[in-house]
């Protein structure tokens, strides 16, 4: 699948954006899409992810309750709602897209379908 992730931008520490991640041409129909960032020398890492058909989401566990993954069936997009935003939130955010065994969707090396990314930066 075809991925774009859109909504980034610059936000003050404490503040919010949602993140959205289309495809075109397809549906997401039995895969998991997950969101990934990666900042400035570090390693890409997992945000959230969710399994479409079963609306299954699972999170980072440093993200602490501030982000929600969900979806929008009709519009065939998945949403990433970052609250109470914090400077080491500061990455380029990517989706990527799947299908893997439920034991691997953490795993970044699973999903094979990346879109471009989107900046989020958080300013303190």
């Known amino acids: 699948v075809q991925l774009q992730a859109s909504g980034g931008g610059f936000v003050q520490a404490g503040g919010s954006l949602r993140l959205s991640c289309t495809t075109s041409g397809s549906t997401f129909r039995d895969y998991t899409v997950g969101w990934f960032r990666q900042a400035p020398g570090r390693e890409r890492e997992l945000v959230a992810g969710i399994k479409w058909n079963s609306r299954h989401t699972f999170y980072s566990d440093l993200l602490e309750g501030r982000f929600t993954i969900s979806r929008d069936n009709a519009k065939n997009t998945v949403y990433l709602q970052m609250d109470n935003l914090k400077p080491e939130d500061t990455a380029v955010y990517y989706c990527?897209?799947?299908?893997?065994?439920?034991?691997?969707?953490?795993?970044?090396?699973?999903?094979?379908?990346w879109g471009q990314g989107t900046q989020v930066t958080v300013s303190s």
């Open positions: 990527a897209a799947g299908t893997m065994i439920h034991g691997l969707r953490r795993n970044r090396d699973a999903y094979k379908d």
